[in-house]
Structure formats: C-alpha cells, structure tokens
C-alpha cells in the first residue's frame, strides 16, 4: 500500500519510514505540507502519517485538503505530549488516529499504521461495491424503460400497440368528455395488401408495414397516439381535434402513401400502394371508445366499396 509521510524534521521523517517500510507499505516522504499535498495531488495515497505542527501548512490544514480531495483516505496524526488536545481537533476532522511524539516504541507506529491501512482497504472495498451496485441498479433501471416501451410497441413497425391503443382511446374520450373538448380516430388499411403479399412475399409486405409506420409517425403530432391496430391497419389518435382537421390529416396522410415510391408499387390494382382511410370523431360519431372505433371501421369499409384509395368520414 501506498503511504506519504509527512514531517518537517528529517530524522523523525526517516524512522517513520524505515519501520513501516520494513512492514511492507511504498513510503514516500514530505518534508511540508505543501509538498505533501502536492505528491497527493500526483498519487491519492490511501495512508497519510503527518506531523501537526509545520511551518507553513498545519497538520490539520493538510487533513481536511486531503479529505476534501479523498474523504476515503486515512490520515494519522503525530503530536507531541505538549498538544494533544490539537490531536482531538484532527479526530474531529476526521483523522484516524494519533500517535505522540516522541514515539514510546517502533512497534506502536507499525500497530497504529497498520489499523489504519486495514481501515483503507475496507473503505476502497466498501466504495468498489456501492460503485457496483450503484452501476446494477442503473443497468436495471435501463432494462425496466426498455421492458415497459417493448410491453407497449409494436414489434414489427416500433408504433403503439393494439392493447396501448386501446387504453390511450379510453382515456383520451374520458378526458375529452370530462373536459368538453373532441377527438378524432382516423383508422386505415393497406389496399389490396394481400396481392402485395402474394407478389412480392411476405419479408417484402414487412418492409411497406415498416415504411408505413415511419409515414404515419412522420405525420402526427407528439400527442398523438399512432398505433398498429392489426395486420395490416394503423390507427391514429387526434387529440383536441374535431371532425374537420382530422378529415384534413387523414386526407394528407392518405396522399403521402400513395406519393411514396414503395419498391413494388407498379403491381398493385392502381399502379401504387394505397390505403382506405375511415375517420371517426367524438362527440358526433360516438360518445365511448368502442362506438367511435366500430363507426371509424364502418367508415373504411364504405371507402374499400367505393373504390379504395380514399377518406370517407
Ligand atoms: P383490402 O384492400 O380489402 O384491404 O384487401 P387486402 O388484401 O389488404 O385485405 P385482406 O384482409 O384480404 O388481406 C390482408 C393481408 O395482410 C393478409 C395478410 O397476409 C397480410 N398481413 C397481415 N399482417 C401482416 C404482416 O405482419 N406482414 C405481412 N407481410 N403481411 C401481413
Ligand atoms: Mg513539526
Ligand atoms: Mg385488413
Ligand atoms: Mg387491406
């Protein structure tokens, strides 16, 4: 272990040293405080043994710099029988121990330091596993986040999912009821999806879902709760906004998937990928959630008969 010795008479200095280098411990030497604190500031020694009284920095002055600069660091004291009530003053500051000068046996250095340094390997073992425990329990608070964002997205396109939808439905009727204000549902499907699937087969049909999803998340706004409602359908939820804007959003997006170059678009029935588009709002086309979503599924299924590739509201 690493251990500074620091006073300013030489002779005291190097007796110091030569026991407790003989048990084991790297000693360095300061003959000040000052220049203690600044071969601490190169090394953080774990032990520190320092004469109180210097000219210049004290004893005392030393202790709490190096315990501002490590608080795990153990610092012992050297006093003489003359001030040891300036040893109590360096307890209090958070020394470890003292020892009073001059020494009453070699043996009591080795005794005193080595204490100290049982102290310091027990203090670096305590601060290494809060350090590991501090990191598991971030690491467990990541791996909570990602469960509870994968516990209510979709696989496949990273959109809500069907249970979150539905839940987000509940309350956003609930608040728009509570709150006199309306909400919109604009609900859509992929035309002739099956063909696309057919074509191109199946991984290709995933990539125009996941391509999809990046136009609808594109399209809404951060209160709005776009979601897969099925296979092949995606609901998007308008908060605070009445039949008239959310027919205008419905009919943008429906424009922006029939614009978009989707590899394999010239097979399908009308040249391109194209959805059906059935925009539901509360109050007038439901006072509940499940109104709203069966008029919203009435709707599209009037686009699919009236030709596909349209918003009917
Ligand atoms: P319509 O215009 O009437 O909606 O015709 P459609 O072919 O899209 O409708 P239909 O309900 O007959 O077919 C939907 C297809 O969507 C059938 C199914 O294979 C496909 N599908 C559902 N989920 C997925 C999926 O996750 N990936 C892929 N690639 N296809 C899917
Ligand atoms: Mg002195
Ligand atoms: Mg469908
Ligand atoms: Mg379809």
Known sequence: MQLLVVDDEETLRSVV??????????????????????AFRAVSHPLVITDIRMSGMSGIELLSEIKSHNPDTQVVIMTSHASLDSALTALRAGAY?????????????????????????????????????TRANLELQEANRALKEMAVRDGLTSLYNHRYFQEALAQEVARSKRFDKRCSLIFFDVDNFKQY???????????????????????????????????EEFVLLLPETGKEGAVKAAEEMRARVAEHPFA???????????????VASYPEDGGEAQALLECADQLLYRAKNSGRNRVVA
């Open 97 to 133: 121990d003292y020892l009073v000068k001059p020494f009453e046996s070699l043996d009591l250095i080795s005794a005193v330091a080595g204490r100290a340094a049982e102290k310091a390997r027990l203090v670096a073992q305590n601060r290494e596993l809060l350090e590991q425990l």
């Open 17 to 38: 040293s030569q026991v407790l280098s003989a048990d084991g411990f790297t000693v360095s030497e300061a003959a000040s405080g000052e220049e203690a604190l600044e």
């Open 264 to 278: 394999g678009r010239e097979t399908q029935p009308l040249g391109r990928v194209t959805v059906s588009v059935g």
């Open 197 to 231: 699937n057919d074509t191109h087969g199946h991984p290709d049909g995933d990539r125009l879902l996941k391509g999809l999803a990046r136009i609808v998340m594109s399209h809404s706004r951060a209160c709005d709760v776009a979601a897969r409602y099925g296979g």
